[in-house]
């Protein structure tokens, strides 16, 4: 039994009279009511009211039921147990100051009896006229014992069918890790989405879970979905990173619950711009098998949603409802700070500490910060993140790797390339600059529609001033910030 329904049920039991539940699945909650009605004995099934049906008694409609007021009142004659459920009847109490006297009759009436009624409505809105007397519960979506019941039933029909499911166990957990955060029908239609017409189900294919999750983030202006594109061998070097990561792969399986493991709450990369902080954000993603979604900071400042702070709110609020998955947060020295005299600025920064605290949906936040001394130091202690990493320069063998990847890449023979010799002369280079380099080199190469040669890089070298050459001391200070405050994202160092 989920957390929703052993409240519903303590309620019930207590006598309360009138629940209001919010949940956009009515078939989903209506089923668990049924057996919950059925387990207290409160009548042979759910009596169900709507506004084009009336109240429905045993699968026939009630005469003249339709209105609200009547369908109330013929319920308060019926001196039998049961559970009432009356759906969408938000927006009627908002208009009708008749229908509002009488729930207040039926709170009275049916209080501490064996009869119950549950408004039941995606609407959250509350009358305060009824505050003290009703009890008011936010429906929790499907937990992974639900979805792991969908999901079997649909590989045992597919194999009846005779398509092949080639899963592993750890594939099919991440297929129910991948719609959490989904109602019922929004699960089922992604299976649906996977499975149809295939021939052969493999771990691939749940590139199209993360897509019904996009749908939902696409519903709100501000946060922007990344398909998967990189992996751990497409980032070089920062060898404590990757390993802080792989030990945390598993953070939001099953298993890592039974073994009363905390779920990692998220980690803040910070260093030297082109280095690879957004990379390890989209790696995280990846490798976790989670979708991935950055927010937007600049557009929750726009203004074009209503006030920031409300703005920003709405999108934490809807990363929970799609949990599991990775929050992106790119530059987050300009969007969430303590800026004196900037009041809005100063309430995003205290919703999201409070929300990093309190939290207790799968979300993982990947931050990157570029200018760390901007960020106030409540949001960099322990128990907002969880790891702080600062991500240096690459030293000359993180280097070697990182030309390995992007000639390998296209090339496919770097092994054509003096990279030892390539990673020496580029000494104080970013990674970004790296790849730069060898892109704009490329283009050289096939304007002549010749391979590309290292006399390219050589060339693009010689036409290229590093980062660290142009904002020298802007890094020695964000070194020195560093510097026994942050854990190195890499164990290597320069020789």
């Known amino acids: 039994m989920n957390k929703s329904l052993k409240y519903i049920k303590g309620s019930v039991l207590s006598g309360s009279p009138i629940i209001q539940i919010i949940s956009y699945e009515e078939k989903r909650v209506e089923g668990h009511l049924k057996m919950l009605c059925e387990q207290l004995k409160r009548g042979d099934s759910l009596q169900c009211w709507d506004i084009n049906n009336g109240l429905v008694k045993n699968g026939q409609r009630v005469p003249e039921t339709r209105d609200s007021v009547k369908a109330l009142s013929y319920i308060m004659r019926d001196e039998s147990p049961g559970f009432f459920v009356f759906r969408d009847m938000n927006a009627i109490i908002r208009n009708s100051s008749e229908t509002v006297r009488k729930l207040r009759e039926v709170y009275r009436k049916f209080r501490n009896t064996r009869k119950t009624v549950f408004l039941l409505s995606p609407d959250e809105y509350f009358h305060d006229a009824l505050k003290k007397e009703i009890d008011i519960v936010s429906y929790g979506l499907p937990d992974y014992e639900e979805l792991e019941n969908l999901f079997l039933r649909f590989i045992s029909s597919m194999e009846k069918a005779g398509i092949r499911v080639n899963l592993s166990d750890e594939d099919k957990k991440n297929f129910i890790i991948g719609v959490q955060g989904l109602t019922v029908d929004e699960a089922y239609k992604a299976f649906m989405k996977v499975f149809q017409n295939r021939k052969e189900i493999t771990i691939d294919n749940i590139a199209l879970i993360h897509e019904e999750k996009k749908q939902l983030i696409l519903k709100e202006g501000v946060l922007e979905y990344y398909p998967h594109k990189f992996t751990m061998n497409d980032m070089g070097g920062l060898d404590n990173l990757k390993d802080w990561l792989q030990k945390r792969r ?218 660290s050459m142009t904002m020298e001391v802007q890094i020695k200070k964000i070194r020195s910030w560093a510097h026994n405050r942050a854990a190195r994202a890499s164990s290597d160092k320069e020789y």
């Open 250 to 467: 598993r953070a939001f399986s099953k298993e890592a619950q039974a073994y009363g493991l905390a779920r990692p709450r998220g980690f803040l990369a910070m260093g030297i711009s082109g280095c690879g902080k957004s990379l390890a954000a989209k790696v995280t993603a990846s490798l976790w098998n989670l979708p991935l979604f950055r927010l937007d900071m600049n557009l929750v400042y726009a203004g074009t949603g209503g006030a920031p702070e409300l703005v920003f709110s709405r999108a934490l609020k809807t990363m929970d409802s799609v949990a599991p998955a990775i929050l992106w947060i790119d530059e987050i020295e300009s969007g969430i700070s303590d800026k004196q005299g900037d009041s809005a600025s100063s309430r995003i920064l205290g919703y999201f500490l409070t929300w990093m605290q309190e939290h207790d949906s799968e979300i993982f936040v990947a931050a990157t910060a570029n200018r760390i001394d901007l960020l106030p130091a409540e949001l960099l202690r322990r128990g907002r993140f969880d790891q702080l990493f600062f991500i240096d320069l690459p030293t000359r063998r993180e280097r070697e790797e990182i030309f390995s990847i992007h000639l390998t890449e296209k090339e496919k023979a770097a092994a054509n390339f003096n990279i030892p010799q390539l990673a020496q002369i580029t000494k104080g280079w970013s990674g970004s600059e790296i790849e730069q380099v060898i892109i704009s080199s490329r283009y050289e190469a096939f304007n002549e529609n010749r391979p590309l040669s290292e006399d390219d890089l050589f060339t693009s070298f010689g036409s290229t001033v590093p980062l």
